[in-house]
């Protein structure tokens, strides 16, 4: 989909080409994502998916070249703070460096501050301390707020990671493999809080390998596979039978039920 508006993009991505260790992650790379729509980046491991989320965090660098480029909301330079306002970000290793001895509420009133926890030099406001609340209320998760992260499931602690995502009201959240670890239960509660974000406005970005994460919100799919992008269309018209065998390169079974799909 490049012929899309650029301007008015949430991200995006132009011929970019990321290397590793002697090893191209990503190649020639185009991609973009209008702020508003929900998508999911769809591919299996190692195909490049983590890496797009890297290059919106600047843990990594694509190849300095004249046609490249990378921008959130039309700018390819950013603060951590600017980004934080503009894309609330969940991911597996943000999680792990959550779990520590931090109260649910100290969690979520430490991201008006960049770090994970508080410290003597933090002053949390009133209007901090109201929007914490208004959070925990939202996700119906006020009886974590003095409870420890090292103490809750994996389910409540994800979804503890999704508020403190939406702290800065963030006009999009990127989820990077949302369900790993989660029983079906806390997994169905994951799945309801982001489509109630999506419902209420906020774009989705979900960077997955396992259709089930996919909400029915999702319209839009990429695919990737090797680095490059190997499908982009609509949900409906991607998660097929036919089209998932040749990305996984085996037989695949894809089923559809009330806007959700599963492959085995």
Same mark, same amino acid.
């Given at each position: %989909?490049?012929?899309? =508006? %650029?301007?008015? +993009?949430?991200?995006?991505?132009?011929?970019?080409?990321?290397?590793?260790?002697?090893?191209?992650?990503?190649?020639?790379?185009?991609?973009?994502?209008?702020?508003?729509?929900?998508?999911?980046?769809?591919?299996?491991?190692?195909? @490049?998916?983590?890496?797009?989320?890297?290059?919106?965090?600047?843990?990594?660098?694509?190849?300095?070249?004249?046609?490249?480029?990378?921008?959130?909301?039309?700018?390819?330079?950013?603060?951590?703070?600017?980004?934080?306002?503009?894309? @609330?970000?969940?991911?597996?290793?943000?999680?792990?460096?959550?779990?520590?001895?931090?109260?649910?509420?100290?969690?979520?009133?430490?991201?008006?501050?960049?770090?994970?926890?508080?410290?003597?030099?933090? +002053?949390?406001?009133?209007? %901090? $301390?109201?929007?914490?609340?208004?959070?925990?209320?939202?996700?119906?998760?006020?009886?974590?707020? =003095?409870?420890?992260?090292?103490?809750?499931?994996?389910?409540?602690?994800?979804?503890?990671?999704?508020?403190?995502?939406?702290?800065?009201?963030?006009?999009?959240?990127?989820?990077?493999?949302?369900?790993?670890?989660?029983?079906?239960?806390?997994? $169905?509660?994951?799945?309801?809080?982001?489509?109630?974000?999506?419902?209420?406005?906020?774009?989705?970005?979900?960077?997955?390998? =396992?259709?089930?994460?996919?909400?029915?919100?999702?319209?839009?799919?990429?695919?990737?596979?090797?680095? /490059?992008?190997?499908? =982009?269309?609509?949900?409906?018209?991607?998660?097929?039978?036919?089209?998932?065998?040749?990305?996984?390169?085996?037989?695949?079974?894809?089923?559809? /039920?009330?806007?959700?799909?599963?492959?085995?």
């Amino acid at each position: %989909m490049l012929g899309d =508006d %650029m301007s008015d +993009a949430l991200l995006a991505f132009s011929h970019v080409t990321v290397i590793r260790d002697n090893a191209t992650i990503l190649d020639d790379f185009s991609l973009v994502i209008p702020a508003g729509q929900h998508v999911a980046v769809v591919g299996p491991n190692g195909s @490049g998916k983590s890496t797009v989320l890297k290059l919106v965090t600047r843990d990594l660098w694509p190849l300095a070249r004249p046609e490249s480029s990378v921008t959130v909301l039309g700018q390819d330079r950013w603060t951590q703070w600017d980004l934080r306002a503009a894309i @609330g970000i969940v991911s597996n290793d943000l999680l792990a460096t959550c779990t520590r001895k931090v109260t649910g509420r100290d969690l979520l009133l430490s991201a008006f501050f960049g770090s994970i926890g508080l410290w003597p030099h933090h +002053a949390p406001t009133p209007s %901090m $301390h109201e929007r914490v609340d208004e959070i925990l209320a939202w996700l119906g998760l006020p009886h974590l707020a =003095d409870r420890l992260m090292t103490r809750m499931s994996s389910g409540e602690a994800r979804r503890l990671l999704i508020g403190r995502a939406l702290i800065h009201r963030p006009r999009a959240l990127i989820l990077d493999e949302p369900m790993t670890s989660l029983d079906l239960g806390a997994a $169905h509660e994951v799945r309801a809080t982001m489509r109630a974000l999506a419902q209420e406005g906020t774009s989705l970005l979900l960077v997955t390998h =396992d259709l089930a994460d996919i909400v029915p919100e999702v319209g839009r799919v990429v695919l990737l596979k090797q680095g /490059r992008i190997a499908g =982009d269309g609509a949900t409906a018209a991607l998660l097929t039978t036919e089209t998932l065998t040749a990305l996984y390169d085996r037989p695949v079974e894809v089923t559809h /039920r009330d806007g959700h799909y599963h492959a085995w």
